[in-house]
């Protein structure tokens, strides 16, 4: 079992930066592939971007791509989401999410059913 907390979120203006921070606990955290959704008011959770258990292997929407990058610290059980260029249609709750894979397949999942344990979220808000 592992827990995540999100943490990073804030307001920025459009064409700004920010950095998400997903700090997992429990000593498995190399056998969870990771992911981030995120969520705008009145609309479904929507996938962002995941990331294998070693790092290597990464995958974005298409929205996102270019300007966001996902990483992973294993020694910290920590996975980032780095976004810029950041446009208001960004804004929502941002989740991070690990999706148990000990046989490390590498499979990218991009549904919310598929990942097991979820963080609360952190707001981003992007003023025009």
């Known amino acids: 079992q592992v827990q995540v907390v999100e943490s990073g979120g804030g307001l920025v203006q459009a064409g700004g930066s920010l950095r998400l921070s997903c700090a997992a606990s429990?000593?498995?955290?190399?056998?969870?592939?990771m992911g981030w959704f995120r969520q705008a008011p009145g609309k479904e959770r929507w996938f962002v971007a995941h990331i294998t258990w070693s790092g290597s292997s990464t995958y974005y929407e298409d929205s996102v791509k270019g300007r966001f990058t996902i990483s992973r610290d294993n020694g910290k059980n920590t996975v980032y989401l780095q976004m810029n260029s950041l446009k208001p249609e960004d804004t929502a709750v941002y989740y991070c999410?690990?999706?148990?894979?000990?046989?490390?397949?590498?499979?990218?999942?991009?549904?919310?059913?598929?990942?097991?344990?979820w963080g609360q979220g952190t707001q981003v808000t992007v003023s025009s």
């Open positions: 999410a690990a999706d148990w894979d000990p046989g490390h397949t590498g499979v990218v999942h991009t549904q919310p059913i598929e990942y097991d344990y």
């Open positions: 429990g000593r498995l955290f190399s056998s969870y592939s």
